[in-house]
C-alpha cells in the first residue's frame, strides 16, 4: 500500500506569495491533518479533515487555510506568505473514523519564504 | 529578531543498552498517547501507542508507560541499536493532537 505523498517536497517563495500543498492520504484513510514543524515551535497542529469537513483548528491565523476532497486528497493554502511561514509542512492520514488514532505521516514539504 | 530554536534533550546511549526517553503531557483530559520517532528528513513515523485506560504496553523492543497522577509518559527501548538514533515525541490526543519538543537520541556504537 502506497503511504502518504505530499508535493512538492520543496518550495521557495517571496514575502507577500500564496502558496498551495497537496496531500495524498493512504487508499482508504479518511482523516488527513497537517502540522507545521519549525526548529523554534516544534511539531504545531494546523487543523485536520474528515470527510470534507473541518474536524479540528489549532492555533493558526486565518491565512492558513485547507480542504479536503471527496477523494480524500487535501490541500492548505497559505496567503500573504511571512518569513515566519518558513517551515516543514507535514500532512498524517488516518483510518480511525472518531479521533486521530495512529496517524501515518508524509515527507513533507519544505516550504522557504524569502 | 533572530529566532531560538529549541534546545532538545539529548540522549546518548552505547549500543545493546536499554534507552529511557520521558515526556511530560499538559492536558489532562488526553485520551490518547503516542509516541512517533523522526529521523532527518523524514516525517514522523508511529512506533507505539497507549490509551488512558491503560498503564503500560509492549511492542517489539519497545515499552510505553503511562501515569495518569503526574501526567508523565515514558518510551523505554531494549537494546538499542545504531538504527534507533533519531529525535523521539510523544504526542498527545485529546480535542487537538499536541506533540511534546522531542528528545534527540543518540546510539554509540
Known amino acids: 500500500k502506497a503511504g502518504v505523498t505530499q508535493t512538492p517536497r520543496y518550495l521557495i517563495k517571496t514575502r507577500g506569495q500564496q502558496v498551495t500543498l497537496s496531500c495524498s492520504p493512504i487508499?482508504?484513510?479518511?482523516?488527513v491533518s497537517w502540522y507545521q514543524q519549525t526548529p523554534g515551535q516544534g511539531l504545531q497542529f494546523l487543523f485536520e479533515?474528515?470527510?470534507?469537513?473541518?474536524?479540528n483548528k489549532g492555533n493558526f491565523p486565518g491565512r492558513f487555510s485547507g480542504r479536503q476532497f471527496s477523494n480524500s486528497r487535501s490541500e492548505m493554502n497559505v496567503s500573504t506568505l511571512e518569513l515566519g511561514d518558513s517551515a516543514l509542512y507535514l500532512c498524517?492520514?488516518?483510518?480511525?473514523?472518531?479521533?486521530?488514532?495512529?496517524?501515518?505521516f508524509g515527507p513533507g514539504t519544505r516550504l522557504t519564504v524569502t | 529578531g533572530e529566532s531560538v530554536g529549541l534546545h532538545l534533550p539529548t540522549l546518548s546511549v552505547q549500543e545493546g543498552d536499554n534507552s529511557i526517553i520521558n515526556c511530560a503531557y499538559s492536558n489532562s483530559a488526553s485520551d490518547y498517547f503516542i509516541w512517533y520517532k523522526q529521523e532527518s528528513g523524514k516525517g514522523p513515523q508511529f512506533i507505539i501507542d497507549?490509551?488512558?485506560?491503560?498503564d503500560k504496553r509492549q511492542g517489539q523492543r519497545v515499552t510505553v508507560l503511562l501515569n495518569k497522577t503526574v501526567k508523565h509518559l515514558s518510551l523505554q527501548i531494549a537494546a538499542t541499536q545504531p538504527g534507533d538514533s533519531a529525535v523521539y515525541f510523544c504526542?498527545?490526543?485529546?480535542?487537538?493532537?499536541?506533540f511534546g519538543t522531542g528528545t534527540s537520541l543518540t546510539v554509540i556504537p
Open positions: 487508499s482508504g484513510h479518511r482523516s
Open positions: 479533515y474528515f470527510s470534507e469537513t473541518q474536524r
Open positions: 497507549i490509551r488512558s485506560n491503560m
Open positions: 498524517a492520514s488516518s483510518a480511525q473514523t472518531s479521533g486521530r488514532g495512529e496517524q501515518y
Open positions: 504526542a498527545e490526543d485529546g480535542n487537538q493532537f499536541y
